[in-house]
């Protein structure tokens, strides 16, 4: 299989047959049951999209410019990080971030790998050393996600949709490529259910549910659902 597509044949997935689990809140939206957004939907998710990033980048960018200062004076290296992610159907793509780790974070992964938190493949750490201290409190704020505005504009990302995996489609269960076939989101339904602290395989149950409910009524509550998690810092690695 290569890197850029995961084949799917038409057929639901034994999670997306059972009907995943989902958190009280969402359950309380009463959002119809459905699976994949109709075009009128999709067209004005974009729509949407692209006016909302066109207008937080007059303030989006001096923050983020200020922030690279702050991360270029606290460690040597470029302010701004650059991953390739998986996004929708299996495509890899470019996704920026401010810098939160030291240069050399992917090497000091293999030597910490001993005190992952998470089950394979994620990799978490509390109170990683591989952290900055000015990137302690951008993800503590969520500011390093910013620059990701960028891949919103560019088509990559939606302003909501499941978080893009660092890790490749090859190293997906079948039934966790479900969660591709929806655009990459800046912020998602697992994001305000948990953030960081819940498994993979959660996510993935919850990125399904999102695709099955997808709505702007539900969007909408996951936004302001988010701004409440950024203000807590509840979640943040």
Not at 3 to 28: I, K
Not at 87 to 100: D, I, Q
Request: aromatic content about 12%.
């Amino acid at each position: 299989m290569s890197s850029s597509t995961v084949p799917w044949n038409g057929e639901l997935s034994p999670v997306e047959r059972t009907y995943p689990r989902e958190p009280a809140w969402y359950e309380r939206t009463q959002v119809r049951a459905t699976f994949g957004p109709s075009p009128s939907y999709a067209r004005l998710k974009r729509v949407l999209d692209v006016c909302t990033a066109l207008f937080a980048m007059p303030f989006v960018v001096p923050i983020v410019m200020l922030a690279a200062i702050a991360v270029r004076v606290d460690s040597p290296g470029a302010p701004i990080f650059s991953q390739y992610r998986t996004g929708r159907n299996g495509r890899r793509f470019k996704m920026y971030k401010l810098r939160t780790m030291f240069v050399n974070a992917e090497e000091l992964k293999e030597i910490y790998q001993h005190l992952n938190e998470l089950q394979w493949p994620d990799f978490k750490i509390s109170r990683d050393p591989r952290v900055t201290r000015v990137g302690r409190w951008l993800r503590k704020t969520s500011i390093d996600e910013l620059p990701q505005f960028y891949n919103v504009l560019m088509g990559d990302m939606s302003l909501i949709g499941p978080r893009p995996t660092s890790f490749s489609p090859e190293r997906y269960r079948l039934w966790h490529t479900a969660r591709l076939r929806g655009k990459p989101g800046l912020t998602g339904l697992w994001q305000v259910s948990g953030r960081n602290e819940l498994e993979f395989d959660d996510r993935v149950r919850l990125d399904v549910a999102y695709l099955h409910h997808e709505s702007l009524a539900l969007d909408f509550a996951i936004v302001l659902r988010t701004f409440r998690a950024v203000v807590s810092g509840r979640g943040a690695n």
